[in-house]
């Protein structure tokens, strides 16, 4: 059963740390997202990839945050410095590559920052 | 810029009574997906629509989007505690590639 897998699942982090979060898709898809979900903004695109190559990252804090892929198998989102308004859980889905595509969520990773 | 709305943010239910959300964009989609997300859970795929006017059933739930293309709606009857969750619609935006624009989702409390 392919799944998209998360770690950490959890990460609790002093103000000013640099977190890493890491995505690895399901095998195959060419399409990779990262949301933030909170309960005052509910679910953000932060960005996307596709083949690699990031699509569009403009829901991303640039000062703050990077988003990579350094091979197919692997995304991580970075912040660094880390605040605590970064707090939220944080979800990487992929997809397939065709636009009708479903997009399937990873279990996210819940970021408490102190 | 572009916002999915979903209403009503939140609803409570008794078990067995009848629940819809709603979504409306200000643009035309070029389809909408919908999504159920399970306390301390994930997003996962319900339904995709494509079609102006199409409805979709997955037994007690029906799925329809606008003629317009606009609005969609999700109505689930008789509902059972395990249709606890929040409820997301997310539409695709035409010539917007694989990006989906989520709705801020109604969260389904069911009193048994």
């Known amino acids: 059963d392919a799944r998209v897998t998360q770690t950490p699942r959890h990460k609790v982090t002093e103000m000013g740390q640099e977190v890493t979060m890491r995505c690895q898709p399901i095998?195959?898809?060419?399409?990779v997202f990262w949301y933030r979900q909170t309960m005052m903004q509910g679910l953000e695109l932060l960005a996307y990839f596709r083949n690699r190559a990031p699509l569009d990252d403009s829901g991303m804090p640039k000062d703050r945050f990077s988003a990579e892929m350094p091979d197919a198998t692997l995304a991580t989102l970075k912040i660094q410095p880390s605040e605590p308004r970064d707090s939220a859980v944080y979800f990487c889905?992929?997809?397939?590559?065709?636009?009708?595509?479903?997009?399937?969520f990873g279990p996210g990773t819940r970021l408490t920052v102190l | 810029g572009q916002q999915v709305m979903q209403i009503p943010q939140y609803q409570h239910v008794q078990e067995g009574e009848d629940f819809t959300t709603y979504c409306n964009s200000s643009t035309t989609l070029s389809n909408i997906q919908w999504y159920k997300q399970r306390p301390g859970g994930h997003p996962v795929f319900l339904i995709q629509l494509v079609k102006s006017g199409e409805v979709k059933k997955q037994k007690r739930l029906t799925f329809q989007f606008g003629e317009a293309k606009k609005n969609s709606s999700l109505h689930i009857t008789a509902t059972q505690t395990t249709d606890v969750g929040t409820y997301f619609c997310a539409g695709r935006l035409n010539n917007a590639g694989n990006m989906l624009t989520f709705g801020g989702g109604t969260r389904l409390m069911v009193k048994p």
């Open positions: 095998l195959g898809h060419n399409t």
């Open positions: 889905a992929s997809a397939e590559g065709q636009s009708t595509d479903t997009q399937y």
